[in-house]
T-cell receptor
Framework: GDSVTQMEGPVTLSEEAFLTINCTYT??????LFWYVQYPGEGLQLLLK?????DKGSNKGFEATYRKETTSFHLEKGSVQVSDSAVYFC????????????FGSGTQLTVLP | SAVISQKPSRDICQRGTSLTIQCQVD?????MFWYRQQPGQSLTLIAT?????????ESGFVIDKFPISRPNLTFSTLTVSNMSPEDSSIYLC????????????FGNGTRLTVT
């Protein structure tokens, strides 16, 4: 079945540092890929998405590129802020499936001033 | 996208009691889902709430423990029955508003603590 493997956390960075959170996936078809963010005490918000190979999703300075050859969708940001402290989830949705997302385990990011 | 309101936002319940969580969406949606997020864990799908028919449960979840209602295209409830401390989790309602591969939108969740 489908699965998503995320870089284990927690990750602690200083403000303005470069961020990478690794995500790899296993799927039988051609999934769409997503990054969700969960701020403390809140639900999940969609951060960015990519629906086909070589697509780059971007939002709020975060980027991720759909790499079919390496089955990866790593999240990056060039300069993190304290307000980026949250839990980040990588997820996939299998094409043709009207059902649900498969989530990774989540990565806790803490950014220190 | 959609605006999803969940009630209650949090509750502390005693062992053996039941809690019903409500999910209201500001537009009609076909697909509604209930997820559980145990402390420090990722999200696990409990069931798909089907309008006008019984919910579709994932492996490990049963209707007697988690009865779900979906009376119309904008509303659903999830009941956590005969609660135990192991049911302490965040319960999240989510919807899909577009095609099959569109993102899910989530409510803010219900933080349940069972004592």
């Amino acid at each position: 079945g489908d699965s998503v493997t995320q870089m284990e956390g927690p990750v602690t960075l200083s403000e303005e540092a470069f961020l990478t959170i690794n995500c790899t996936y296993t799927a039988t078809g051609y999934p769409s890929l997503f990054w969700y963010v969960q701020y403390p005490g809140e639900g999940l918000q969609l951060l960015l998405k990519a629906t086909k190979a070589d697509d780059k999703g971007s939002n709020k300075g975060f980027e991720a590129t759909y790499r079919k050859e390496t089955t990866s969708f790593h999240l990056e940001k060039g300069s993190v802020q304290v307000s980026d402290s949250a839990v980040y989830f990588c997820a996939l949705s299998e094409r043709g499936s009207a059902r649900q997302l498969t989530f990774g385990s989540g990565t806790q990011l803490t950014v220190l001033p | 996208s959609a605006v999803i309101s969940q009630k209650p936002s949090r509750d502390i319940c005693q062992r053996g009691t039941s809690l019903t969580i409500q999910c209201q969406v500001d537009s009609q949606v076909t697909m509604m889902f209930w997820y559980r997020q145990q402390p420090g864990q990722s999200l696990t799908l409990i069931a798909t709430a089907n309008q006008g028919s019984e919910a579709t449960y994932e492996s490990g979840f049963v209707i007697d423990k988690f009865p779900i209602s979906r009376p119309n295209l904008t509303f659903s409830t999830l009941t956590v029955s005969n609660m135990s401390p192991e049911d302490s989790s965040i319960y999240l309602c989510s919807v899909r508003t577009d095609g099959d591969n569109s993102p899910l939108h989530f409510g803010n969740g219900t933080r349940l603590t069972v004592t």
